[in-house]
């Protein structure tokens, strides 16, 4: 004999948990955008780690010149007829003054799969290397170490001139998508 309150009550845990990892629209598209930003008369320099949705994503103009930058422009993609695949990948160098050194910062695509038919071939991050005054503060940090399961998301990393201390900030996956 089934007990129903029982299975009501897996049922709306279910539901719940569902609806906690699933976006609010899971057919949106979603569009990767780190953004870098050296504030000298603050005496930071932050690195974030973000999404955008739907029509605002496949709009937004990123601009080297605003700091905006997508993993995929910085990657080169073959399409043939039998796979697509990504064949070659650039970097993004950046410098920042602040008073405690010269930091570079370094940004590249986090490539999960090299062919995009592939398992996690759609997905691609992220990574980030930072390098102050020629010694290497940051060794090269990918946003999402994985492309499948809940493991956490850096969504920014914050560099203090006065101290030359970093400080990184992690969500939950579920949280960030």
Known sequence: ??????DKAAGFLLALLVSCITPADASEA????IS???DPEADVLTVTNSL?????????????????????????????TDSTQIIKSTRITNTCD?????YTV????????????GQCGESISGAVTIIADGNELLERTAFEDFCLGDAPVITRITVFGKTGEYKIKRISKYRFY
Request: charged share 20%; proline share 5%; with cysteine.
């Open 1 to 6: 004999m089934l007990n129903t309150s029982n």
């Open 30 to 33: 979603l569009y990767p955008l």
């Open 36 to 38: 870098y930003e050296c």
């Open 52 to 80: 955008l949705r739907g029509e605002k994503g496949a709009s937004f103009r990123y601009s080297a010149e605003e700091g905006t930058y997508s993993p995929w422009d910085m990657v080169e993609i073959a399409r043939n």
């Open 98 to 102: 602040l008073s405690s050194a010269q």
């Open 106 to 117: 370094i940004l590249e695509p986090h490539i999960f799969s090299m062919d995009l038919g």
